[in-house]
């Protein structure tokens, strides 16, 4: 940390810290005992903090320690993003979605920065296994592509199916991952999304 010294900012980063857990900054005593140090130690160390710009201290009153620049390295928070939830999935003539009003907030990791997401209510047992059941949100990529064997949503008869796709030589057959499920033979898809995500209730 350019303009410290290792002990001052071990001493900036446990007044930061002691005050973001118990809301009024720590003592000079409290400082003193923490890390093992004489009172003028302490006094010292806070000087140069001030005088660096780092601290501000009122000497009328005790606790007045005020942090002003925090050089703790902190996680950033992630920025939930909001996907738009798809709960009648319909889709137009030309293969846009029909979004509702409804939303659900995702961040990361479940969701990354500047990649567009749209979310589907399982509401059939074509797609129960390993994967997705019956009353799962599934979490979709948007996509016009996807690879054999990917969970898909895809435009179907005016509406939004979940299958695996697989090409044979003169169709496309979607595929549930239900045996009991027959597959849809296809001459051409309209793929929506591919899988990235699914929010279960237990």
Do not use: W
């Not at 002990?7 to 857990?21: E, G, K, P, S, W």
């Not at 010292?44 to 703790?72: C, E, M």
């Not at 990649?115 to 209510?121: E, I, K, L, P």
């Amino acid at each position: 940390m350019k303009g410290l010294t290792d002990r001052q900012r071990q001493v900036l980063n446990f007044i930061a810290q002691f005050t973001d857990d118990n809301v009024s900054p720590p003592t000079v005593r409290e400082i003193s005992e923490h890390f093992g140090i004489s009172l003028r130690a302490v006094q010292d160390h806070i000087a140069a903090l001030q005088k660096k710009g780092f601290i501000t201290q009122s000497q009328k009153r005790s606790r007045s320690i005020r942090v002003l620049k925090d050089q703790r390295n902190r996680v950033p928070v992630p920025v939930p993003q909001r996907i738009p939830f798809l709960d009648s999935a319909v889709v137009k003539e030309n293969g846009e979605l029909t979004e509702s009003t409804d939303s659900i907030y995702l961040a990361c990791p479940f969701v990354k920065p500047d990649v567009s997401y749209f979310a589907v209510m399982v509401s059939d047992v074509s797609m129960n296994g390993e994967c997705l059941r019956r009353g799962d949100l599934a979490v979709f990529k948007r996509s016009d592509y996807a690879i054999d064997g990917q969970i898909c949503a895809f435009a179907l008869d005016s509406r939004v199916i979940i299958r695996r796709p697989y090409r044979e030589p003169n169709r496309i057959c979607l595929k549930a991952d239900n045996a009991d499920v027959q597959p849809i033979f296809c001459q051409e898809m309209k793929v929506l999304g591919i899988l990235a995500g699914v929010v279960r209730e237990f």
